[in-house]
């Protein structure tokens, strides 16, 4: 079971990036899939959780800017990410579980983490 996230880079305030998360070895339909991230010198966080039925949890910082979906066909899902502020710089990963509940969502707590992809925000 991997996860690959991709898609970041440097970009201007206000911007918009789509971050993808590819998986391989297991079929996504079925899993509740996340997005965290890792500012410089603080802990990761999570940013936005779903399952097969809706959203588990959203952060207030990027609530209404932020989006999560996935693409079942090709395993993929995404971060789509409107209105980038300073604020936004991280690096942001990915995960897919059975099973994802609000408390490990929130606190980014999972077993492990692939290498993530960063994205500065800065003019």
């Known amino acids: 079971v991997q996860l690959q996230a991709s898609g970041g880079g440097l970009v201007q305030p206000g911007a918009f990036l789509r971050l993808s998360c590819a998986a391989s070895?297991?079929?996504?339909?079925?899993?509740?899939i996340g997005w965290f991230r890792q500012a410089p010198g603080k802990e990761r966080e999570g940013v936005l959780c779903?399952?097969?039925?809706?959203?588990?949890y959203s952060a207030d910082s990027v609530k209404d800017r932020f989006t999560i979906f996935r693409d079942n066909a090709k395993d993929t899902f995404y971060l789509e990410m409107n209105s980038l502020k300073a604020e936004d710089t991280a690096r942001y990963y990915c995960?897919?579980?059975?099973?994802?509940?609000?408390?490990?969502?929130?606190?980014?707590?999972?077993?492990?983490w692939g290498q993530g992809t960063l994205v500065t925000v800065s003019s």
């Open positions: 995960a897919a579980e059975p099973f994802i509940s609000v408390a490990a969502c929130i606190r980014a707590d999972f077993p492990s």
């Open positions: 779903r399952d097969r039925w809706g959203i588990i």
């Open positions: 070895g297991f079929t996504l339909d079925s899993y509740a």
